[in-house]
DNA sequence: TTGTATGCGTTATCAT
DNA sequence: ATGATAACGCATACAA
């Protein structure tokens, strides 16, 4: 006796109807039945409380309706919001999402990759660390913030665009001498541009500027040597930072205060990513806003769309700046 | 022809390997098998790199490794911290995480439920508000800070003591004259023994206090109104807030600020939950922290021991109170 | 239009 | 110990 705690099939429902296996099928997914027929099939779906097992569908449709993404937390903000946006897109198109936390590690990149890769997902969006991922060409594939490849489409914001748009801002809020700041990965990708944005808006705007790069193992020391060697009798080489991310300008901005530095009036700061604490709270600070939401939905688009020829190697979608109170102008 | 874009079969590697499907599966599932015959099976396995459909696994054994996580949203820091865990605790037993973002939408709460109802997942963790769920007994379910009937386990942070223990802190501090914060849900839930809990340890400690409590849907407006009618020349009645979350606390403390109180000079602030803004930096606020690592892994603890018997209705597990700058004990 | 039969990839029960 | 075969729940081509 198996059939005791599982759920019921559609032979019950094709029994309790007193109709044959392939009409209730056809009721089911909306092919035109004779309507005293369809009307039986109906009740006793109700009365059964029947409904479809997907992964017997799948099985046979090679198709889950489930998309797997990749993400190195949600314990980033940033991140989470992908995160929620993302579900939201899918939701839309009744897809469900498989989250997957690799904690930025390499192995469980390709971990993931290679068990969605087995028809297990329809599809993956990933935004991950590993410089050789391998992806097969049969499992649709997105990636957001580096690209994997020409066939691969990437989706990412207008990291060049932002960069620049900070330089700007800070030219507008009255800074003369600025500093780039930067943690993260030293592989190629998308937001490494946003330090080429930020110098070419720089020069573009006579700004003398200052780059202070390292990567993710190093130490965050390094940071508070760099602006303890441009601190001078109580006052900073720079009047404006940007940050590469909102993260690290929180740090940052403790460091300045720790100095003695007030933030704005001293030094005015710049971060990037735009996530909010609550969803709907305060900016962590003054800003470049990423387009979280269409980011997901381009990325949920591109990667639902049957149509594999047309897929544009990378998308940058447009940034905006939000002042966040670690700027002059709130 | 539908087999090219398709993941190797088990029947492919029993052709490649030259053996019976039957062997393969033996092999897969690490049943003794002869040498000779295991030998060629993996090497079979190797070549056309096979991995099982754990989708067809999931058919016949009517088991698929999958949770789902129900959950308002990942833009709290709490509740991205939570699926966080949830994920990496699944993840040591092999499992994959369903998250489902609900929005706190009662009908998308059943909506997930009635799906993952039906073997589609092994089992649910679901942070909920509708106050009438149905939940069939045949899945395994876990509630997060809601009970929801003698039947289901509820795993929430020991909220009466937490309550208790922000009085208690504040006490220490210095505090006089308290008051405790509250939105939320009316429907009776765990995080509402906080107020109890604070009231509880106010009168042990003699402390003067009162209580503000609103709705979800309530306007904001109603605390603003609140603290002023408690304002009078400059001096607000309070020397000491409690608010339901941290959430809650930053957006108090910025009207505090608009007022022209200084935090926590002049008023001192606790929340409730000890998020922190990325993971590993600072909390938002002084606050009492839930064990959201220790949450996440009673809560798949209890949902995958076989053991039905033994599920306790409720577990409470401790919290801490952690400095975070709007208290004077920094 | 409705019913029947076959196959999806796997596991398990049988003979061999 | 190994190989053939049925069954899991569903969809569909085909026969009625």
């Known amino acids: 006796m198996k059939r005791q705690n599982s759920a019921p099939t559609m032979k019950d429902v094709a029994r309790e109807a007193g109709v044959a296996l392939g009409t209730v099928s056809k009721v089911v997914n909306g092919i035109p039945v004779g309507e005293a027929y369809r009307k039986k099939v109906e009740d006793a779906i109700e009365k059964l409380n029947y409904q479809v097992n997907s992964y017997a569908q799948g099985l046979k449709a090679n198709k889950t309706c489930t998309v797997a993404l990749l993400l190195p937390s949600t314990l980033n903000p940033f991140f989470a919001e992908l995160a ?93 001498s600025v500093a780039f700041l930067r943690t993260g990965s ?22 003398n500027y200052e780059l202070k790069i390292i990567d993710d193992g190093d130490p965050f020391q390094e940071f508070i040597d760099f602006l303890e060697m441009h601190y001078h009798k109580g006052r900073l080489d720079f009047d404006g930072l940007f940050c590469v991310n909102d993260e690290l300008a929180c ?80």
């Open 84 to 176: 929620y946006y993302i579900d939201i897109a899918l939701l839309k198109r009744k897809y469900r999402m498989l989250l997957c936390c690799t904690a930025s590690d390499i192995n469980a990149e390709q971990e993931y990759i290679t068990m969605a890769q087995q028809n297990k997902v329809d599809g993956i969006i990933g935004l991950t660390y590993n410089p050789n991922l391998r992806i097969e060409e049969s499992t649709p594939y997105v990636s957001i913030d580096r690209s994997l490849g020409p066939r691969i489409p990437c989706v990412a914001s207008d990291n060049f665009a932002g960069g620049h748009l900070a330089a700007e801002k800070l030219a507008d809020l009255g800074c003369k």
């Open 251 to 330: 740090r940052i901005i403790r460091v300045l205060q720790n100095m003695g530095l007030r933030v704005p009036e001293d030094v005015q700061v710049i971060g990037f990513d735009g996530a909010k604490g609550f969803g709907h709270g305060d900016y962590y600070c003054s800003t470049i806003v990423q387009p979280t939401a269409e980011i997901a939905e381009m990325c949920v688009e591109l990667l639902l769309q049957g149509n594999m020829s047309v897929r544009p190697p990378l998308i940058c979608l447009p940034v905006s700046y939000a002042a966040g109170g670690t700027t002059k102008d709130m």
């Open 186 to 207: 030293s592989l190629s990708n998308e937001p490494n541009k946003r330090k080429a944005g930020f110098e070419n808006g720089c020069l573009a705007r006579h700004l």
